[in-house]
């Protein structure tokens, strides 16, 4: 049988399917604490949601991903940390009821749509040919990095708590040269998003792979 990017994204996926299944755990000791007006979780409650690691997740993801596949691949996780986030209030004693609840329902649009995300991204994977393999410094590779972090910041920065899932590559552009970026009066590696997306700097090391920030917030 002809190998595909399946072989490749297979760590991916059983990343996917630790992370979902801390996740599906934390979420139903959140749901058992609910009533009242204020958070108050338990020890239980609480060693669940610190045990879940959506990094650990994204780190599986190859470099050098085709667009198509990379689509499909961020959405299935973009599902995960938005369930993840949804939940990060979950743990902090006197949080109101109803604050947490809308961010809760973050979380479950996102755990809805993960089963029918994930199968088509296995789907697609096993449809398209291996992987190319790139450099950890390229530009494919900062181009995940970037996306990543944008997920990131998506759900969990400026307050947010989850509910980012978008069913596209949002527009990315990767200057040849840093570029003044007036909004954060700094020199930007690039922009992502749209109506001009938001400048970002990238940079890598060989110890600790991209760091990315973007000009939010």
Known sequence: MPRSAATDLAPFFAAAAREDAKLKTAAALVNRNLGGTAVHADQATRDA?????????????????????????????SDIMSRRMAMRFAAEDGYPIALLLPCLHNGSLAAA??????????????????????????????????????????????????????????????????????????????????????GFTARYSAATGWTIRLIAC
Not at 65 to 73: F, N, Q, S
Not at 181 to 192: A, E, F, L
């Open 113 to 198: 749509r993960y089963p029918g995300d994930l199968a088509a991204a296995r789907e697609l994977a096993a449809q398209s040919p291996p992987v190319v393999s790139v450099p950890a410094d390229s530009r494919p590779a900062e181009d995940l990095a970037v996306r990543l972090n944008e997920i990131d910041l998506q759900n969990s920065g400026c307050g947010n708590c989850g509910g980012y899932t978008p069913t596209e590559l949002v527009p990315l552009t990767l200057y040849s040269q840093p570029t003044y970026y007036p909004r954060g009066q700094v020199n930007v590696d690039g922009t992502i998003g749209v109506d001009g997306g938001v």
């Open 49 to 77: 949601l610190r045990a879940l690691d959506p990094g650990a997740v994204s780190d599986a993801i190859p470099n050098g991903l085709e667009p198509g596949l990379k689509r499909a691949v961020l959405l299935a996780f």
